[in-house]
């Protein structure tokens, strides 16, 4: 989904972007979901790793270690395909200064990686309790994010509402006076990817984590992708019910003076149908059998694969990529199709020879220390 959808980004014309095309409209919703998925999905399978034993504690626990590890991992290469050599180089050919200001924005790695050190930070805080279910913590967790998330999506609508109106030449980025880097965490010049926007969905992944990890012997029974579905099908039906009512609960009681709570209908939204497709999923892994073979290397080996494909299809950190150079939004959707195919291809192959790339890359980090 990821590949198949930014190179689909990077190479459809614009004149077939349009939902008057039932098959981009249908693109366009299935790409909305991918980061959300990704985002859960992470969160899943971190969180059931790291509490395979219940009895171990913080300190002993392996999975923490690799945890605060695969953290640092993330942010640096997060940041480090950031960087490009070729316009450092072209700067310095020129004489004029290396623009910095996209090397400080926070994406998809770099939001992960704050993710999975809350999910850890939370895990630590349970290890001390340990007086309810971790699931509870990651729970709460997930709910004050979306909030804070609520009150950021307003204070973003209202800085949009300014500026078109004249009021405001820019929006006022919050923490305010706080360095670039740290903005873009929240709300910045480059923050796709705000941590408040998508930590709700890693904390969630965290929830079903211990669910599963939990009740892992019920995985197969007939019911229990069913409990997914129904969930999904309650969040659709009453989340507007739901929202609307604890604004009006919160209004009544001074905490606002406006409905902010139906900003986070979408994400909500979202989430249901997130739950939809891991409820369906869990019955395809129930009459499905796969071996360890091509197909799921390729998602155990997610986070090389994102890493290469910003540096092939985005220029990352040498400066050199498909886009803009050879797709710039110039493709038919029959020649998008193709070319999709031959990307995602291009990546079974590296997955498939994986291992030698492995030992470069682990080569790599020895020369980092």
């Not at 219940?54 to 270690?65: D, G, Q």
């Not at 669910?211 to 009453?238: N, P």
């Not at 050879?326 to 999709?340: E, I, R, S």
């Amino acid at each position: 989904m990821m590949l198949e959808g930014h190179f689909t980004g990077a190479a459809l014309e614009a004149e077939y972007r349009t939902y008057d095309y039932t098959a981009y409209m249908i693109w366009h919703v299935i790409h909305g979901l991918t980061s959300p998925l990704f985002f859960t999905v992470s969160g899943i399978i971190f969180t059931y790793l790291l509490t395979k034993d219940k009895t171990l504690s913080f300190r002993t626990n392996p999975r923490v270690k690799k945890g605060f590890r695969r953290v640092l991992q993330l942010l640096f290469w997060g940041y480090l395909i950031q960087f490009n050599v070729r316009i450092l180089i072209e700067s310095l050919m020129g004489g004029e200064p290396y623009d910095l200001h996209w090397l400080y924005a926070f994406h998809v790695l770099q939001s992960i990686g704050f993710g999975i050190l809350t999910l850890l930070l939370i895990y630590g805080l349970w290890s001390w309790m340990k007086r309810v279910p971790l699931a509870l913590f990651y729970l709460i967790g997930a709910i004050i994010v979306f909030t804070m998330n609520d009150y950021l999506m307003l204070h973003i609508l209202e800085q949009q509402q300014l500026v078109a109106d004249g009021v405001i030449s820019k929006p006022t980025f919050i923490p305010e006076h706080a360095p670039k880097f740290i903005q873009n965490m929240v709300y910045g010049q480059w923050s796709e990817f705000s941590f408040i926007r998508y930590g709700g969905y890693t904390l969630i992944g965290g929830v079903i984590g211990c669910l599963i990890r939990s009740y892992e012997r019920f995985v197969f029974r007939w019911w229990f992708g069913l409990l997914f579905i129904l969930s999904a099908f309650i969040l659709l039906k009453y989340t507007h019910f739901i929202l609307e009512e604890g604004s009006q609960w919160a209004i009544q009681r001074g905490w606002t003076d406006r409905i902010i709570w139906l900003n986070n209908e979408p994400a909500i939204f979202g989430l249901a149908i997130i739950l939809a497709f891991l409820g369906l999923l869990i019955y395809v892994n129930k009459f499905v059998k796969m071996s360890n073979n091509l197909f799921l290397r390729m998602g155990q080996n997610t986070f090389p694969i994102y890493v290469v494909h910003v540096i092939v299809l985005y220029e990352g950190l040498f400066g050199i990529g498909l886009s803009p150079y050879l797709l710039h939004q110039n493709l038919t959707p029959l020649q998008d199709v193709l070319g999709a195919l031959a990307f995602i291809s291009f990546f079974f192959l590296m997955v498939h020879f994986i291992e030698p790339l492995e030992r470069a890359y682990k080569s790599v980090l020895k020369i980092f220390g």
